[in-house]
């Protein structure tokens, strides 16, 4: 049977851990070349690795996707090395401001929170993510080949949520964000969609997997579980293969249900 993404050059940020690292290897499977791109160069040098096990071109990069200078030379880069950009899943982001750092979640009311962890929050998780597919678009535009571009939004982005405020309005701005592109890149054969996932195991959500029971939490979860990193990256595969060709300015919900109401 042929492959769902033989030959397809695909750039995944935060390629390093969780959601996005299970991407990168579930589109190596399915015959794609990745550029794993994250802040941590060792963790992504790990997923490159995995990916060329799997037979594929892989190549790691450093980048800070808030960085509009490093998101640039991020994708001329992969263009110059490996010809193209076909696909994009933009998956880097925090969950809040102090997210990988030592020390106490930024969980607070928003008439407490800071505006720097505010102002942080939206640039790693909306600027990075409109840097990222503009350059990716610009690059789609000029190769003349179409292109997916999928964006990893959250359930948040629908779910009013206390404690986490800038989280979910960074995400309900990546969801407009995509629908906006989606219309103005039809044109190009460019769809672009969203993927809102609800609890995943992945190290952003390990302290909710370390508590002794998680049932009060999963009660908000019809199917009253988390979901698998690889459910989400085979959301994304959908998104990026012939299958999903139709969808544009879309949000799939890998989230148990949660969303649904
Ligand atoms: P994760 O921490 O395992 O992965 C996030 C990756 O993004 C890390 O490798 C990190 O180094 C990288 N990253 C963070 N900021 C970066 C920056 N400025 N530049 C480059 N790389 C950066 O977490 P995850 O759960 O895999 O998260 C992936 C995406 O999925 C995030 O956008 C997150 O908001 C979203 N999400 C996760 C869940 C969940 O339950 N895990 C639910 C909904 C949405």
């Not at 802040?39 to 190549?59: D, F, N, P, W, Y």
């Not at 490996?82 to 750092?101: F, P, Q």
């Not at 579980?225 to 060709?245: K, Q």
Request: aromatic share 4%.
């Amino acid at each position: 049977m042929a492959l769902r993404l033989e030959n397809k050059n695909a750039l995944i940020t935060g390629g390093a851990s969780g959601i996005g690292r299970a991407t990168s290897i579930r589109f190596a499977e399915e015959g794609a070349n990745v550029f794993v791109a994250d802040r941590h160069l060792a963790a992504a040098e790990e997923t490159a690795a995995s990916v060329r096990q799997l037979g594929r071109k892989a190549i790691a990069h450093q980048v800070d996707t808030s960085d509009e200078a490093q998101v640039n030379a991020m994708v001329d880069r992969m263009v110059k090395e490996l010809g193209g950009v076909d696909i994009v899943v933009a998956a880097a982001g925090i969950s809040h401001a102090h997210y990988g750092e030592e020390g106490k979640a930024d969980i607070m009311l928003l008439s407490e929170k800071s505006f720097a962890n505010w102002k942080k929050v939206l640039s790693v998780n909306l600027d990075g993510v409109f840097l990222t597919d503009r350059a990716c678009a610009k690059a789609m535009i000029k190769a003349g080949k179409g292109g997916r571009i999928i964006n990893i939004a959250s359930a948040a982005a629908r779910l009013p949520t206390p404690g986490v405020g800038e989280y979910a309005v960074s995400k309900a701005g990546v969801w407009m964000l995509t629908k906006v592109l989606a219309t103005e890149l039809a044109p190009y054969n460019i769809t672009a969609n969203a993927i809102g996932p609800g609890f995943i195991k992945t190290p952003m959500t390990a302290e909710i997997q370390n508590l002794p029971d998680v049932t009060p939490l999963m009660q908000r979860v019809p199917m009253n579980r988390m979901g698998e990193p690889v459910d989400v990256a085979n959301t994304a595969l959908f998104l990026a293969s012939e299958e999903g060709r139709y969808y544009t300015g879309s949000i799939l919900h890998p989230d148990g249900g949660i969303t649904m109401q």
